[in-house]
């Protein structure tokens, strides 16, 4: 059975909570499509339509989508510093709507020879004991000379296999390629190993080795160790492979207060500059805002000097699921003789009934990362992702949130996120944000309200001269819409116009409950993301939605 299409009696541009409106869930609607079974469970053959030809010419126009919620960093006993069985990590997903999670174990010696085939057959099983989920088998990179990846591929014969052979053959913390310090011996061999580790993935891609894999850096600013001339060097590797970062760490939780300390900082960025770190990020970036990563969060930051060159690079956010908050389990005891490096695998976990030291969520809790599809399935997941199609939220902020560009002139849908629209000239062009709010509360208990919706725009300059530049000066909120109190699904309509340049706009938006000037100034952003004081960052009281961007291209 191959991937299949949505129905054409569903319209998946509408948000899933406007669709429980009409008396079917998402999951209603999939399943009433016949997209659920056992056939999925090991993954399709097909080659998914995302996305028909764009027209030739002026404009462009995007399918409908449906979205499927996921997490891409998740971990389980078969990393050396987790906790959880896949069964516990796979229901708590379940029970949080999740329909797609990558279990992306640590890289090291006893996961690449013991835990990696063990964790392949738990998977495989849980595939099975769980249809509607899709659930792919990843790894935690350690990237040569800077930070962790997800690394994860399509379901088939040779996922875990690719996985090990490249674990052994590029992973840096195996290798001993860790040294990145700006001037050190082995920085530049480092870098470059990192850089040939992508070409390698994207070339077992182009041989059908697997049907599909991708990488996405994971927590980039929590030590400042991944350069921007890293970054670019990644993405510019292999796009296709190297698709883009967490624009939020997991580890939402680390701050609540009164739990693991006054000096506590969501996302455990707790750390300060080091001989390792890139000496060009001010001391500022190593916490977050709102939740958020300085690289995403800081409008005409780092994030939009990447998107300023006119290529796309992808935002998620996720659980990083290792040891939940509040939670009562505790990692077993070793069997004499046995030990993660001979084993791959941790004992499973007891409950103590007394809470243990944690600063995550479960999966799909707090952290969501929302990729619009229009077939059902792994490489659907991994094409929409591929494509940009992304959304992120915290806190269940909203159920649905659809985003086009189009010409005025133009009858059609438009583009959405991660597309590219064609224009001329001084064009009038109008975007599109049809958001539903929140219908029911959140796992904390609260009944999410979204404040604002916020438009950022930047100017597309090509590439950069300065390949460690962190800065786009033409990128700035330019739009604020107050939807207080708005409820249900409603649509912005923002006009936009066309000047002499190709541009982007992203979108961003809050509950309203903290804010202040933006890193850059008031001028660029007046009313963004702040960081906490430490030790008292509730995660519930300070949620926002982040939106990847679409690209208007502006012809003579």
Known sequence: MTEQQLPSW???SVSPADLDAQGVSRRGLLRRAGLFGAAFALGSAATPALASPRRPGLGGEDPRLAYLVGDHHVHSVYSHDAKYTFSQQAQAAARYGLDWMVFNEHSNFGHAYYG??????????????NPRQLIFQGLEWYIPAAEHCTVFAAPGPHETDLLTRFELAYDGKLLGYTEGSVGAADTARNEAHAVKAIKWLAEQRRSGYVDDVLVIANHPLRLGIDSPHEMRAWRDASPEIMI????????????????????????????????????????????TYGGFDWATATVGGLWDSMLAEGSLFSITTNSDNHRTVFDTWKNG?????????????????????????????????????????TRYGYRAVMAGLRAGRVWADHGHLLDGLDVRVKRDCDPGRGVTLGGRLRVRKGE??????????????????ILPELAHVDVIRGAVRGPVADRDTWRAPDTKVVA??????????YTLRIPLTAGDES??????????????????????????PIPHEPGDGDPWADTWFYSNPVFVDVTG
Do not use: C
């Open 10 to 12: 569903a319209d998946p």
């Open 116 to 129: 990696a085939a063990l964790e392949h057959a738990e998977i495989v099983k849980a595939r099975a004991e």
């Open 244 to 287: 883009g970062m967490e624009g939020a760490p997991g580890a939402q939780g680390a701050a609540i207060p009164g739990w693991r300390g006054a000096t506590s900082i969501r996302g455990e960025y707790e750390n300060k500059p080091t001989a390792q770190s890139w000496p060009g990020y001010p001391a500022d970036a190593y916490v």
């Open 333 to 373: 005891d070793w069997p004499t003789g046995q030990n993660f490096d001979n084993t791959g695998k941790l004992p499973d976990p007891v409950n103590t009934d007394t809470p243990q030291p944690g600063s995550d969520f479960w999966p799909g809790e707090f952290s969501r990362t929302h990729v619009g599809v």
């Open 428 to 445: 009038r062009i109008t975007l599109y944000v049809t958001v539903t709010s929140a219908s029911r509360p959140n796992p904390q208990g």
């Open 480 to 489: 604020t819409k107050d939807v207080s109190g708005r409820k249900g699904t």
């Open 503 to 528: 541009f982007y706009v992203r979108l961003r938006g809050s509950d309203g409950k903290r804010h202040g000037t933006g890193y850059l100034g008031a001028s660029v952003d007046p009313h963004g």
